[in-house]
């Protein structure tokens, strides 16, 4: 029996097993036999943890439990448990992580439950967790910094109770701590192990935490005890900048009172002026005439503080702050520049363009009328045409079009003899224009190039497409089917088949196969000779477009090489994967299996492995990410020879994982801020 009309099936189910089949405690044993039935279909796609991620709800957890293999391998049944388990932690729900823990896979450790739980606020999760499988979970660890991020202080007082971090995890959640300004728990942590703090002191600084970064600065052991003068100047902390003076830590340097002035900050300015005797006000001046900030000016005239200069009017000009340009016109003799007229007409401050005008002498350069005209200040174009003889170039017409200001461009074409180019057309063209372009045609005579057609086309503007075939000549290259194409403008792609003969390029099946083009390349393969490269395939594949793949299986004879099998294991495209196996014969190499291993792609691993029965190779040398507990085991188990001398990098925060890898035989080789490296040499080392 099929859903009603416009209510998926799937939906269908979804609604009673999250609605209705909890509400009615097993009332309803037909329905929960016709949803199996149903589910029968889909479970061979969806595992416990994906089926969970799409539709939370206990039923169906509990049927595809059922539904799985009895041999399914331990290792992998172990990622699935990790999977769900963090994706009911996540969501707070307890009854689910229960029936997982205790039902699903009993005594398996959970590598992602705590952290998610604590990040996730769920306190009666990690009370459960902490009561009753204390020892299949992480703790002491990074669990603590997703609560810190949330400022989650109920979490954080339990976990500070119940779960010390270790010390390899101190430092890292110092900064996550420092990060949220939390001098309480920066101070814990320190109390806890005494680390260094040098990270934890610059996140605080760009957060701008200053009390922390005194007590930081005074309490931690540092390679590099300087604080950054310039940041609290920005954020106005005078009481910081002080501080740091006095104990030695900083001075300020040349950018420092533009930084100030810069942010509006009188007080700091006043007091590196008054209190060290800066004398270099010349980035002041210019900072506040840009910001407008008359307080700041006022001071630094009645100071007598030196250093204005022309930067200072034109600044101000150009923000618009006329009142600041008359002030300065009065007070320094800096003046200004042709830049300050450029400028102000350029951001359309008609009344600083005619003070200046009218009460300086630097006059402006052409680039004020262009500039205007592209921005479209026709009041502005208009004003410089009667009252300046500066003019304008090709390109305020030129701009003008391209930003789409029709009535500048008409008035431009009736006032001005600069003309446009060809960039008018070609630019209205690439950006859908077709009033422009018409325009343009009608009432001009430069026209366009081939560039015309050939961007229209790329952006799928079909009608400046028809427009420019049916009443100009210059026509495009292949280049306007290629980039249609790989754009999905399969409209576009039709009518310059039918209608012009410049076809397109041997990539352009490639590139859109690539993009997932499914209708633009059976199109093409119909009605165009070109074909494609196994590129298509390949890019296809690494893509996850897998219709894309199968037609080219069926309906080309180019095939693929072992990239595309590669590209879909590392990008972790199953469906992809599954299908090129069965169908294929190229195979895959070791990248795939290398990058299947390093982004935990666990599914991708059981195909390779299991499927087509392949044993793994890795080259001598080979660096992988240890990302998952669960597949560390399961190569110990299924491929340890393979394993010699490659190097697996983990993260060093992670101690139970570094722990585990020392105990199963892993030998340290070296470690940084953030990582930890080991190396596999044999079975000799096991349980060392």
Not at 81 to 86: I, K, P, R, T
Not at 133 to 147: D, F, I, S
Not at 507 to 531: I, P, Y
Not at 634 to 644: D, G, K, P, T, V
Request: proline share 1%; with cysteine; hydrophobic share 40%.
């Amino acid at each position: 029996m099929g859903s009603p009309a416009g209510f998926p099936l799937l939906t269908a189910v979804s609604v009673v097993c999250r609605e209705c089949l909890p509400s009615r405690q097993g009332e309803l044993p037909h329905v929960g036999r016709s949803i199996d039935s149903y589910l029968d279909v889909v479970s061979a796609k969806w595992n416990v943890a994906t089926g969970y991620a799409c539709m939370p709800n206990l039923h169906l957890v509990k049927f595809l439990g059922s539904r799985e293999p009895s041999n399914m391998d331990t290792c992998y049944k172990w990622s699935i448990l990790n999977d769900a388990a963090a994706s009911a932690a996540a969501r707070g729900d307890l009854k689910t992580l229960q029936w997982l823990v205790q039902y699903y896979c009993p005594g398996k450790f959970l590598t992602k439950v705590v952290n998610v739980a604590a990040a996730g606020g769920h306190l009666a999760i990690l009370k459960w967790l902490h009561s009753n499988y204390r020892n299949l979970g992480y703790w002491g660890g990074m669990e603590m910094g997703g609560a810190i991020w949330k400022k989650d202080v109920k979490v954080l007082e339990w976990l500070k109770a119940h779960a010390t971090p270790r010390q390899d995890c101190a430092a890292k959640l110092m900064l996550v701590a420092a990060a949220q300004g939390d001098r309480n728990l920066v101070e814990w942590i320190h109390g806890l192990y005494g680390v260094g703090a040098d990270e934890a002191k610059r996140t605080a600084q760009d957060k701008y935490h200053w009390g922390l970064v005194q007590w930081i600065v005074m309490n931690c052991e540092l390679r590099d005890r300087s604080v950054n003068f310039d940041r609290a100047a920005a954020d106005g902390c005078l009481w910081f900048l002080k501080w740091a003076v006095e104990e030695g830590l900083a001075r300020p340097v040349d950018r420092t009172v533009g930084v100030a002035a810069d942010h509006g900050r009188l007080e700091i300015v006043k007091w590196l002026h008054d209190d060290l005797g800066e004398r270099g006000m010349g980035a002041a001046f210019e900072k506040a005439a840009q910001n407008g900030d008359m307080a700041m000016l006022s001071w630094l005239h009645e100071n007598n503080c030196q250093g204005c200069t022309t930067a200072a009017m034109d600044g101000a000009a150009r923000k618009g702050f006329l009142e600041v340009v008359q002030w300065l016109h009065l007070n320094c003799s800096a003046g200004c520049t042709k830049a300050a007229m450029d400028r102000a007409a350029q951001n359309g401050h008609l009344d600083v363009v005619v003070w200046l005008h009218e009460n300086r002498t630097e006059g402006c350069t052409t680039q004020a009328m262009d500039k205007a005209a592209s921005f479209g200040f026709l009041d502005i174009v208009r004003w410089f045409h009667v009252h300046r003889k500066e003019g304008c170039t090709f390109a305020a017409m030129d701009s003008a079009a391209e930003s789409g200001h029709l009535g500048i461009v008409a008035w431009l074409s009736a006032n001005r003899t600069e003309a446009c180019t060809t960039t008018a057309m070609n630019a209205s063209a690439a950006r859908g224009n077709l009033e422009m372009v018409r325009w343009l045609h009608y009432n001009r005579r430069e026209g366009c190039s081939v560039v015309a057609m050939d961007r229209a086309a790329a952006n799928g503007h079909l009608e400046v497409v028809k427009f420019l075939h049916e009443n100009r000549n210059e026509g495009c290259t292949d280049a306007a089917m290629h980039r249609a194409a790989v754009g999905g403008f399969l409209d576009v792609v039709k009518y310059l088949q039918e209608h012009r003969g410049e076809g397109c390029t041997a990539a352009t099946m490639d590139m859109a196969a690539s993009r997932g083009q499914l209708k633009v390349v059976e199109f093409l393969h119909v009605h165009r000779t070109e074909g494609c490269s196994t590129e298509a395939m390949d890019g296809a594949a690494g893509r996850g477009h897998l219709e894309v793949v199968k037609f080219l299986h069926y309906k080309r004879t180019e095939g693929c090489t072992i990239r595309a099998m590669d590209s879909a294991c590392s990008a972790g495209h199953l469906e992809v994967v599954q299908w090129l196996d069965r169908h294929r014969t190229e195979g895959f190499s070791s990248t795939a299996v290398k990058d299947a291993v390093s982004r935990g792609n666990f599914q991708i691993i059981m195909h390779l492995f299991v499927e087509r029965a392949q044993h793994f190779r890795f080259p001598s040398g080979c660096i992988l990410s240890a990302s998952r507990i669960e597949i560390m085991e399961w190569l110990l188990q299924q491929c340890q020879q393979e394993l010699n001398d490659c190097e697996f990098l983990a993260d060093r925060s992670n101690w139970h994982f570094n722990e585990w890898l020392r105990q199963r035989g892993f030998h340290f080789v070296s470690q940084n801020d953030s990582m930890v490296c080991w190396k596999w040499r044999g079975s000799s080392g096991v349980g060392t």
